[in-house]
């Protein structure tokens, strides 16, 4: 049961427009929300998070939001540069006095000069 | 900083052969520890987790163990590995008892299973 979905395996978009990357959420009681990206042979990188108790959260180029009642969150990516073509995996947190991810199986954005 | 260190980065094993994958943490005290594992074409799936010295958890039945010897080592072991587990191991760790912090993640290591 995949309870966190990236239903794009791909994106590609042209360098200074927007990326938006999607995920979407089955399990009602999931309560952070996260991004990472990763580049071959490394590990995942922590990029943004987001609580349940927001919508919108903002770090310099890369916004997060998330829509409860959809069960679904978003990556956008404001200007797009080709450094920041990498696979991008959400996660979801459920916080039962310890912390568990569930991830999701990766959008892989290529960002083209 | 807090860094994180998991060696090797690639590991070539035949089947049948023993395991010992090791994680070491520098930087933070009692540091909540993961170990995942992501399969080709897959996300990241956890495969055991610690709160402390010596307390592991299971996340799923497999042909793998973990421990725990030292608040910032984290150890991966198997007596006798399958053709099945071969992937791209990750070791993670996270600040304890804190909600809503991310895990921050090693580098990996590239497991093979001939």
């Known amino acids: 049961d995949q309870q966190v979905k990236q239903n794009s395996p791909s994106l590609s978009v042209q360098e200074g427009r927007i990326s938006i990357l999607n995920c979407d959420y089955t399990n009602s009681m999931f309560d952070y929300f996260l991004w990472y990206k990763k580049y071959p042979a490394e590990g995942p990188t922590f990029l943004i998070s987001?609580?349940?108790?927001?919508d919108k959260n903002e770090d310099g180029r890369f916004t997060v939001f998330l829509n409860k009642s959809a069960k679904h969150l978003s990556l956008h990516i404001v200007p797009s540069q080709p450094g920041d073509s990498a696979v991008y995996f959400c996660a979801a947190s459920l916080n039962t006095g310890f912390q568990k991810l569930v991830f999701g199986t990766g959008t892989r954005l290529l960002v083209s000069p | 900083s807090q860094t994180i260190h998991q060696w090797p980065a690639t590991l070539v094993q035949p089947v049948g052969s023993p395991l010992s994958l090791e994680c070491t943490v520098e930087?933070?005290?009692?540091?909540?520890l993961y170990w995942y594992r992501q399969a080709a074409g897959r996300g990241l799936q956890l495969l055991f987790y610690s709160v402390g010295i010596g307390q592991i958890s299971s996340e799923v039945p497999q042909n793998l163990s973990a421990s725990r010897p030292q608040d910032r080592q984290f150890i991966l072991s198997s007596k006798k590995l399958l053709l099945s587990d071969s992937g791209f191991y990750l070791c993670a760790w996270s600040r304890a008892r804190v909600r809503n912090q991310p895990q921050h993640f090693g580098d990996g290591t590239r497991l093979s299973i001939l």
């Open positions: 930087g933070t005290s009692n540091p909540n």
């Open positions: 987001i609580s349940s108790i927001k």
